[in-house]
């Protein structure tokens, strides 16, 4: 239990240096499509919580390396588009609260997304390679 405390406070700090180091928020950019990484990671954490935290939507912004708003608003649509359906339309009716999800537990979902890609990157290379022979 202690060295899950150590570890998520060495992760904190972690992102903290780097937000320090890099900057946060960075001037206006255009409009990107989102990589498959970073979807799948933003799904993974809907589903756990519709409404995650401030320093949770941060560590997210750090880690896809996306705008805080980006991550804002990317939450709000898509709570709004599970909202139009009548099935969804109940659920909405109590407005749960904000989670706070711990660095470790990001850093999870994140480096799943990451394997995940890696290995459809593989298979799509073999594919080419076989049509090439």
């Given at each position: 239990?202690?060295?899950?405390?150590?570890?998520?406070?060495?992760?904190?700090?972690?992102?903290?240096?780097?937000?320090?180091?890099?900057?946060?928020?960075?001037?206006?950019?255009?409009?990107?499509?989102?990589?498959?990484?970073?979807?799948?990671?933003?799904?993974?954490?809907?589903?756990i919580t519709?409404?995650?935290?401030?320093?949770?939507?941060?560590?997210?912004?750090?880690?896809?390396?996306?705008?805080?708003?980006?991550?804002?608003?990317?939450?709000?649509?898509?709570?709004?588009?599970?909202?139009?359906?009548?099935?969804?339309?109940?659920?909405?009716?109590?407005?749960?609260?904000?989670?706070?999800?711990?660095?470790?537990?990001?850093?999870?979902?994140?480096c799943k997304?990451?394997?995940?890609?890696?290995?459809?990157?593989?298979?799509?290379?073999?594919?080419?390679?076989?049509k090439i022979?």
């Amino acid at each position: 239990m202690n060295n899950i405390f150590e570890e998520e406070l060495k992760i904190q700090a972690a992102l903290g240096l780097c937000l320090l180091k890099n900057g946060f928020e960075s001037s206006h950019t255009k409009r990107k499509q989102k990589s498959k990484i970073q979807t799948f990671t933003l799904s993974e954490v809907y589903n756990i919580t519709m409404y995650p935290s401030y320093q949770t939507k941060i560590d997210l912004a750090f880690m896809l390396n996306l705008n805080l708003k980006t991550i804002t608003v990317w939450f709000q649509n898509k709570r709004q588009s599970e909202k139009i359906s009548p099935v969804n339309e109940y659920l909405y009716h109590k407005k749960a609260p904000k989670h706070d999800l711990s660095p470790i537990l990001l850093f999870t979902i994140y480096c799943k997304a990451r394997r995940m890609s890696n290995v459809q990157n593989l298979v799509v290379k073999k594919k080419r390679k076989n049509k090439i022979k």
